[in-house]
T-cell receptor, first 122, second 109 residues
Framework: QVQLEQSGAEVKKPGASVKVSCKAS????????VDWVRQAPGQGLEWMGR????????KYSQKFQGRVTFGSDTSATTTHLELRSLTSEDTAVYYC???????????????WGQGTLITVSS | EIVLTQSPGTLSLSPGERATLSCTTS???????LAWYQQKPGQAPRLLIY???RRPTGIPDRFSVSGSGTDFTLTISRLEPEDFAVYYC??????????FGGGTRVEIK
C-alpha cells in the first residue's frame, strides 16, 4: 500500500535550518510529484511547493522562495524539505503529500505523510 | 492568487443531520481541479472527493459535491459520529498552483 513516512519532530532555535524527509513506498516513485504543506498550530493548510522526483524540477510558493529547498533521492525513494532562517512563525506541522493529476481531469493530494512537528524556540 | 473562502467557519449539528459546507473561489475554477479533505485532530488531512465527484476507495457515498465556476458545496447527507472534523477545499491550477480554503469545522451540537 502507498505510504509516506516522515522524519521525526524537531526543536530548532531561531535562525537555524531544518530538514524534513519523506520516504515513499508502495508506488512507482518517479510517477508522482510530492508537495509540501504546512499547518501552524490551530491554523489551516498552507502550500509550500512541489518537487517532481522524475526530473528534479521544483516549484516554490513565492512566500518561501529563497528560504526553502526541496530535494529527492530516487534510490532511497525519499524527498526532503530544507527550510532556513527559521523564526517562531515557522512553528508548524509539515506534511508531504503525493500529488495526483489524472489525464482525464482531476487533481488532488491522495496520500499524505503523518506530519512532522517543527518547533522554533529560543 | 485564487483565494478560497469557506463558510461557515463552524457548523454545529447533530448526528443524522445534513451538513452543507460552502467553498467560494475568487476566480472561476474547474470542478475537475477542486478537491475536499477531512482532517481530525492530530491527523493528516484525508482526501474525500476530487475531480468533481470522484471518491477514493473507502469514502462513503454520503459525501457529495456540487457546484461550478466559483461556488462549490460539500454535502454530508447524514452525519455519522466519525464525520465531526474540519473540512478543507483546495484548488489546483492558479498561480500559485495550489491554494486551500480556511476550513469549516463540523462540531457536535
Amino acid at each position: 500500500q502507498v505510504q509516506l513516512e516522515q522524519s521525526g519532530a524537531e526543536v530548532k532555535k531561531p535562525g537555524a535550518s531544518v530538514k524534513v524527509s519523506c520516504k515513499a513506498s508502495g508506488y512507482r516513485f518517479l510517477s508522482y510529484a510530492v508537495d509540501w504543506v504546512r499547518q501552524a498550530p490551530g491554523q489551516g493548510l498552507e502550500w509550500m511547493g512541489r518537487i517532481n522526483p522524475d526530473n528534479g524540477k521544483t516549484k516554490y510558493s513565492q512566500k518561501f522562495q529563497g528560504r526553502v529547498t526541496f530535494g529527492s533521492d530516487t534510490s532511497a525513494t525519499t524527498t526532503h524539505l530544507e527550510l532556513r532562517s527559521l523564526t517562531s512563525e515557522d512553528t508548524a506541522v509539515y506534511y508531504c503529500a503525493r500529488f495526483r493529476l489524472d489525464v482525464i481531469g482531476g487533481s488532488c493530494f491522495d496520500y499524505w505523510g503523518q506530519g512532522t512537528l517543527i518547533t522554533v524556540s529560543s | 492568487e485564487i483565494v478560497l473562502t469557506q463558510s461557515p467557519g463552524t457548523l454545529s449539528l447533530s448526528p443524522g443531520e445534513r451538513a452543507t459546507l460552502s467553498c467560494t473561489t475568487s476566480q472561476s475554477v474547474s470542478s475537475s481541479y477542486l478537491a475536499w479533505y477531512q482532517q481530525k485532530p492530530g491527523q493528516a488531512p484525508r482526501l474525500l472527493i476530487y475531480g468533481a465527484s470522484r471518491r477514493p476507495t473507502g469514502i462513503p457515498d454520503r459525501f457529495s459535491v456540487s457546484g461550478s465556476g466559483t461556488d462549490f458545496t460539500l454535502t454530508i447527507s447524514r452525519l455519522e459520529p466519525e464525520d465531526f472534523a474540519v473540512y478543507y477545499c483546495q484548488q489546483y491550477g492558479g498561480s500559485p498552483p495550489v491554494t486551500f480554503g480556511g476550513g469549516t469545522r463540523v462540531e457536535i451540537k
